[in-house]
């Protein structure tokens, strides 16, 4: 058999008849151009027949995938004779659409095997492939190209395990707050802001943030001589943790005045290094007021003078107060930006210890005017001057129910 260009012309629209029968999902006309015994290798594993029946079978019930949404483009086809039997090549460009917009997927090769039987050309063998997009021109396989692939695969599951790492921690952080933040409006009682601290402290320990395992909060009432301190610290050589309460002039310390001074500059952010006369008198504080407190501090210098080791106090200020962490060497960021996050949840508790405050004293005065009521009540309803005495029994039921405590000196 001889190629002519008639029987060119002849072979190539019998092959684009079965491809576009295919493509438009016309699977009776795909199916009169295959041969009975036909063979058809597709590009996906599982797309391999022996036969008509099960090649027609499978592109019947996958023309949904292919109507309408798959276009060969920019085509280059070639014809040779091989004996009595014809093989058509082609090389395409595979186009999908994706959300309205045609998306290259990739290059494609075709290979059709046609014979004629009856006077009619018949497809016995076709099968389409996608080149090796690894291997350059003169390979067969690109080793370097696939370690290439394997490095960039692994750094992206390293990428996507340290993004995983940083939400999961995001959500314990954001679990911790919320802890707090639930033992915050639980509160009834102004005496309950104890509470929240002590919460608070467990919550950053719990969260193994090393710079933060001593953490204070100071509470700064402007009516107040002193500053009120609780503080928790994790032990250098086991897992015991150290909690402390104390008050604090607001005069005479050096460090608890600049604290002060920062604080009612409206700063928020800012670290204060206690060294030198001001370290050493705050340690001579704690040494004399605090035993307790000096000794943790002491342990925590392994084996250094207090007085020797400078003090990074890094505050984070809220209404009323400040949160802040006690470190040897100046703190990471990653530290202050969690002391920000608590100290601002700290603060939600602090108000709400403030408008407990107020309802209390509120009450405490609607108490006092109630007992003074009655008293004078008493008072007035004397017809003798013997009746002092049960006025006076009226005053002291109505102190002690005030819980009044008077010096018994």
Not at 42 to 55: H, L, P
Not at 122 to 136: L, N, Q, R
Not at 165 to 186: G, H
């Amino acid at each position: 058999m001889k190629l002519t260009k008639k029987l060119e012309a002849e072979i190539l629209e019998t092959y684009n008849k079965a491809i576009d029968a295919n493509l438009k999902g016309d699977i009776k006309t795909f199916a009169s151009m295959l041969d009975e015994n036909c063979h058809v290798v597709g590009t996906a594993a599982s797309e391999v027949f022996n036969n008509k029946k099960s090649a027609v079978t499978f592109y019947k019930a996958t023309a949904g995938q292919i109507t309408g949404k798959v276009e060969f483009r920019n085509r280059k086809a070639s014809v040779m004779i091989i004996d009595n039997e014809v093989m058509v090549n082609e090389i395409l460009d595979f186009y999908v659409l994706v959300d309205d917009q045609w998306t290259f997927y990739n290059t494609a090769r075709i290979s059709c095997l046609l014979n004629k039987k009856y006077n009619q050309w018949k497809v016995i063998h076709i099968h389409g492939s996608f080149p090796d997009s690894k291997a350059e021109e003169g390979e067969q396989i690109n080793s370097e190209k696939i370690k290439a692939e394997n490095i960039q695969l692994r750094d992206a599951i390293r990428r996507r395990t340290e993004e995983l790492e940083i939400k999961n921690r995001d959500l314990e952080i954001e679990a911790a707050l919320e802890r707090v933040r639930a033992r915050a409006m639980a509160m009834h009682t102004s005496d309950e802001l104890k509470d929240v601290a002590k919460e608070l402290r467990k919550q950053i320990r719990l969260l193994g943030q090393e710079e933060l395992n001593t953490c204070v909060i100071h509470l700064y009432d402007e009516s107040e001589e002193y500053v009120q301190s609780w503080g928790s610290q994790q032990s250098e050589n086991n897992d015991e943790i150290t909690e402390f309460y104390g008050i604090v002039p607001k005069k005479g310390l050096l460090i608890i005045e600049e604290s002060l001074q920062s604080y009612w500059s409206g700063r928020k952010e800012y670290t204060l290094i206690n060294e030198k006369n001001k370290l050493k008198q705050w340690i001579s504080f704690l040494k004399k007021t605090y035993p307790v407190t000096y000794a943790m501090i002491v342990e925590s210098y392994h084996g250094l003078k207090p007085d020797q080791v400078p003090m990074y106090w890094s505050h984070s200020d809220f209404s009323g107060g400040s949160l802040l962490m006690v470190t040897l060497a100046p703190p990471d960021d990653v530290s202050k930006i969690l002391l920000r996050r608590f100290a601002n949840v700290f603060g939600l508790a602090y108000r709400r210890f403030v408008d407990l405050k107020n309802a209390e004293a509120q009450a405490r005065e609607a108490q006092i005017e109630a007992a003074l009521e009655r008293v004078r009540s008493r008072s007035l309803a004397m017809h003798k001057s013997s009746e002092v005495m049960d006025v006076a029994i009226v005053v002291y039921n109505e102190l002690q129910k005030l819980n009044f405590k008077s010096d018994e000196n």
